[in-house]
């Protein structure tokens, strides 16, 4: 390998073949003029180019383009595994798979990031990594023309269309796309939460919770949105944002066909067609579909007023209260009448108002 770093090449003109420092003739890929030393390893290049795979595994059909993958891979059928850890005994089927594994016991993450000072256990991990500081994003889906920045993030997008979910929880029934948010969501029965915050010690079912939790201490809002500016904390509400620009709604009620840009709307929606009313009062027992309504609704069992106005300190039970509250001391009257141009502080206002005018037809 360090041979091949010192080498340096020359073209004959006689013959234009590629020769190093050395005399030895080098082999050159007619593709992108990559050279190799042996012409077996740009045999094996050039299957990076054509995509082709010769060698397949008998069992189970799956092929490779190269013999020592093939080899590897068989291990997987024969349950064999020649590289044994010798901290916990676990094998592995190549060399390069155990050294990573060492890396879980040991913390080395011996790959970094210039730009951002992440570290990476693997330098695949890296590599994918730096797709979110490019921007680049290689793998689109075919479907609907979204693009990822990494292939696993695509793969798991897929399953959105194709509605599978093979991860199930044997508690509750519940199914995931990722087996990692199967085992986050197991949390959620045993009642574990080992990522705690050393700010406030307050505790998570993930480290993704916790990473989103600490920008509520830092203030970061990593997430830019490139068409307004905006800035936010999670590339989840981001994505919900972009909607706004795009207007596209792409949860849709499977009985009145109303669609929505966002899936929590859509479950609230199917309640006005089941009557569901999930929510419960523990105090006199009425039900509601929403939870912020029986949150509401629980202040007047305990007379909490949490909205308070800050020209005059008189509190509130609601933040729309509050709001039109506010209007009487700013004369704001947002609520006009498109027919005489009357205007009105609150839409209950107006909307009583109309009436009159239809009422006088």
Known sequence: MSIMKNMETRIDDTCERT?????MRLHVCE???????????????????????????????????????????????TGEGPYVC??????????????????????????????????????????RHMNIHTGDKPYSCEVCGSS??????????????????????????????????????????????????EICSKSFL??????????????????????CGIFFTDSSILIRHMRIHTGEKPYICEICSRSFSQIGPLHKHVRIHTGEKPYSCDVCWA?????????????????????????CSKSFSEKGQL????????????????????CFTQKSSLTKHIKRHTAEK
């Open 206 to 227: 993930g480290q993704g919770h916790l990473n989103k939790h600490y920008r509520t201490h830092t203030g970061e809002k990593p997430y830019p949105c490139k068409i």
């Open 19 to 23: 020769f190093s420092n050395t005399g």
């Open 287 to 311: 039900s509601f579909t929403q939870k912020s309504t029986l949150t509401t609704h629980l202040r007047r069992h305990t007379g909490e007023k949490p909205y308070a106005c800050e020209i």
């Open 86 to 127: 010798e901290i916990c005994s676990k094998s592995f089927s190549g060399k390069g798979h155990l050294a990573q594994h060492i890396r879980t016991h040991t913390g080395e993450k011996p790959y970094s990031c210039k730009v951002c000072g992440n570290s990476f256990t693997q330098n695949s991990a890296l590599t």
């Open 148 to 197: 990822f920045t990494q292939k696993s993030q695509l793969t798991t997008h897929m399953k959105k269309h194709t509605g599978e979910k093979p991860y199930s929880c044997d508690v509750c029934g519940n199914s995931f796309t990722r087996k990692s948010n199967l085992k986050t969501h197991l949390r959620i029965h045993t009642g574990e939460k080992p990522f705690t915050c």
């Open 31 to 77: 593709i992108c003029t990559k050279s190799f030393a042996h012409k077996g390893h740009l045999n094996q290049h050039i299957r990076t180019h054509t995509k082709e795979k010769p060698y397949s595994c008998k069992v189970c059909e799956a092929s490779f383009a190269q013999n020592s993958a093939l080899t590897s891979h068989m291990i997987i059928h």
């Open 323 to 342: 709001n039109i509250h506010i209007r009487t001391h700013t004369g704001e009257k947002p609520y006009s009448c498109k027919i005489c141009g009357t």
